[in-house]
């Protein structure tokens, strides 16, 4: 994902998709609705002379409507929705018997890595789709539904800290689950900041504004997506009340976070002992399967029960579509805005989104029901490399 934002000699740059956001907000028919990563907040200010990490949700929710969006949307109600799939699903495999670890699939360049290299741990991957995939069909079939417009009616767009993502919105027919393209476009961090400054908005005197209903509320689960760790941590707060019915005393799960390539933490949840480990990075991540690989050659247990797994270092703060010059002071700054986002969120865990209650009693009945699998997993495909 990062080779073409960081080309050392500026020869290869990214698809840019600015035209095509561009011409659907042109055009009378379309209705535009645009979801923003959790990482974007973080770092788009840098753009306009903020320091690394400050957030700035509610000016990018204003910007996207001066440029006549007609609806904003944010990705980290969808991390929420993933976090209810995903934890789920965890649950099942860990009461059931069924393959662990399970691993996390929301960064697409470890999904297109895993399907070349490592296609003997497919059935350890989650089938949840990413937070990016998820807001994208909920837009065009539960929000457009509400509205009473047709799907063919809704253009779709995400602005995202990630080269990869342009990539993801096609990778294969679970991506068409509404029936058409279910995300139309992808903007990166640095496109968004260049759209901005081209349409004359002065970014930093607009106000502060709200996301849209009713996909747009977001607990602090669900920004934590942006970090390394953060998407562990949203699933543990989520696993704990799953198994235990109630809730986590300390909400947060400090052993997850932090730089360290490879972290590994054992959380008790109702006397049980989940063994959890997090790579960031692909070299760190090569390491951690092979150590799981070998457990498994040997006949023993598998090491980890839940495995966060994400190509870039720092996590999604630090993606190849966000502001150049990411060394490890700034992801530092960005992972600190990330979890004060958090932390000034009166809901910290995503099962206690009200919104994602909704869409369950109103849509897609419960978590892992037929419909959600319908429309909100997928499925990988061994896709190995032809070598001579
Ligand atoms: Fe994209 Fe990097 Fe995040 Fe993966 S870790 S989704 S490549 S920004």
Known sequence: GQCSAHCPVGAIYERDDTKSLLNAIRDPEMHVAVQIAPAVRVALGEAFGLEPGEITTGKIYAALR?????????TNFAADLTIMEEGTEFVERLTTGGELPLITSCCPSWVDYMEKY????????????????MQGVLTKTYYADQKKLGRERIFSAAIMPCTSKKYEITRDVNMFASGSQDVDCVLTTRELARLLKQSGIDFLSLPDEEADSPIGAYTGAGTIFGATGGVMEAALRTAY???????????????????????SAEIAINGKSIRVAIAHGIANVRDLLEEIKQAKAEGKEPP????????CRGGCIAGGGQPYGTQDDVREKRIAGIYQDDEKQTMRCSHQNPFIQEVYKNFLEKPCSKKSHDLLHTHYTSRPLYTK
């Open 241 to 263: 009340n799953l198994v235990t019915g109630e809730e986590h005393k300390g909400i947060t799960f400090e052993a997850v976070r932090g730089m360290d390539g490879i972290r």
């Open 66 to 74: 001066r440029l006549g969006v007609d609806a904003v949307f944010d």
């Open 118 to 133: 490592y296609d003997d741990m497919i059935p350890n991957f989650s089938t949840a789709k990413s937070p990016m995939m």
């Open 304 to 311: 980890y029960h839940f495995i966060e797994v994400m190509a």
